[in-house]
């Protein structure tokens, strides 16, 4: 399967998060001349009878056609409900996909939680980039009356902000970022680096000048950019490498950002170990939507 076959995948569950989740997963199908595959998991439940959470689950579906029908009735779209856990089911899609949308937040959990346990799950899971898109923070019942406001406002920020460290994991980062950006006339690619006196110690960099530490980021930042830079010549890059914390400078950056772009290491979800401190805390904190890619 080539990556124009793989489709981008949007998470729905009724809740106006997924409400989000899904507008934006319709838009940016459009953008990557991508399908579009809705896909509502019926978790397991002995409570209720299989016709009736299949009929439910239809309906949520069929709605969410017709949303998309009417934001982008040029889209090809699909639907799909497997009888499986949320994570479990999207983590499982997530090898034939491009991009997997899902809302920050669902209709179970604490309302006071800023990340859903399904959606932590599954950008630390996930085979594909995982896109997390909030509607805001306010209580469901408002929160549905504000969703096409919110998605319509994210459309006016231009910016992607990607979150790069000085490794290989960079590459997947700068990658899916600079396509990402390229799809978006106008769009500029911001590429923050933090740096700290322990990690240029920890990598055998300067210990005790910290302006030679601060020179030495920015090497490094523009080493790894050369090539990506000179693939897509029409993308706006501007290198930021920020002394202190890079998480932070992540999230406030995403209050204005078309999208926030981290990386998430390959290998050590079994040992909950897939995503960093600086990708968790911008997943959790993050203003606007964030993707994570594994690396």
């Given at each position: 399967?080539?990556?124009?076959?793989?489709p981008v995948?949007a998470?729905?569950?009724?809740?106006?998060?997924?409400?989000?989740a899904?507008?934006?997963?319709a838009?940016?199908?459009?953008?990557?001349?991508l399908?579009?595959?809705?896909v509502?998991?019926r978790?397991p439940?002995r409570r209720?009878?299989?016709?009736?959470?299949?009929?439910?689950?239809?309906?949520?579906?069929?709605?969410?056609?017709?949303?998309?029908?009417?934001?982008?009735p040029?889209?090809?779209?699909?639907?799909?409900?497997?009888?499986?856990?949320?994570?479990a089911?999207l983590?499982?899609l997530?090898?034939?996909?491009?991009?997997?949308?899902?809302?920050?937040r669902?209709?179970g959990g604490?309302?006071?939680l800023?990340?859903?346990?399904?959606?932590?799950?599954?950008?630390?899971?996930?085979?594909?980039?995982?896109?997390?898109?909030r509607?805001?923070?306010s209580?469901?019942d408002?929160?549905?009356?504000?969703?096409?406001e919110?998605?319509?406002?994210?459309e006016?920020?231009?910016?992607?902000v990607?979150?790069v460290?000085?490794?290989?994991?960079s590459e997947?980062v700068?990658?899916?970022a600079?396509?990402t950006?390229?799809s978006?006339?106008?769009a500029?690619?911001r590429?923050?680096h933090?740096?700290t006196m322990?990690?240029?110690?920890?990598?055998?960099?300067?210990?005790?000048?910290?302006?030679?530490v601060?020179?030495?980021a920015?090497?490094t930042?523009?080493?790894?950019?050369?090539?990506?830079?000179?693939?897509?010549?029409?993308?706006e890059a501007?290198?930021?490498?920020?002394?202190?914390?890079?998480?932070?400078?992540l999230?406030?950056?995403s209050a204005?950002?078309?999208?926030?772009?981290v990386?998430?290491?390959?290998g050590?979800e079994?040992?909950?170990?897939?995503?960093?401190?600086?990708a968790?805390?911008?997943?959790?904190?993050?203003?606007?939507?964030?993707?994570?890619?594994?690396?």
């Amino acid at each position: 399967m080539t990556s124009t076959d793989r489709p981008v995948i949007a998470a729905v569950d009724g809740s106006s998060h997924s409400r989000a989740a899904l507008d934006w997963a319709a838009h940016e199908a459009v953008r990557r001349g991508l399908r579009l595959t809705i896909v509502h998991a019926r978790t397991p439940d002995r409570r209720v009878e299989p016709d009736t959470q299949r009929r439910e689950a239809e309906e949520l579906l069929d709605r969410s056609v017709r949303r998309v029908s009417e934001i982008a009735p040029e889209l090809h779209t699909s639907k799909l409900t497997p009888l499986d856990f949320p994570s479990a089911a999207l983590t499982s899609l997530s090898r034939d996909a491009s991009l997997v949308v899902l809302g920050s937040r669902g209709l179970g959990g604490f309302r006071s939680l800023l990340l859903g346990s399904n959606s932590l799950a599954i950008a630390s899971m996930a085979d594909c980039p995982v896109v997390v898109v909030r509607s805001g923070p306010s209580d469901e019942d408002t929160e549905a009356a504000k969703t096409e406001e919110t998605a319509g406002a994210a459309e006016t920020h231009t910016d992607i902000v990607a979150g790069v460290a000085a490794d290989e994991s960079s590459e997947g980062v700068l990658e899916f970022a600079f396509e990402t950006a390229a799809s978006r006339p106008g769009a500029r690619l911001r590429i923050v680096h933090g740096w700290t006196m322990f990690s240029s110690m920890l990598s055998g960099g300067p210990v005790f000048d910290r302006d030679a530490v601060a020179d030495s980021a920015e090497r490094t930042l523009a080493e790894l950019t050369a090539g990506w830079r000179e693939k897509y010549p029409q993308v706006e890059a501007v290198r930021e490498p920020v002394g202190g914390s890079a998480s932070r400078t992540l999230v406030t950056a995403s209050a204005t950002a078309a999208l926030t772009v981290v990386g998430r290491r390959r290998g050590g979800e079994s040992l909950g170990l897939g995503l960093s401190p600086v990708a968790q805390t911008t997943l959790t904190h993050a203003l606007g939507p964030v993707a994570v890619v594994p690396c």
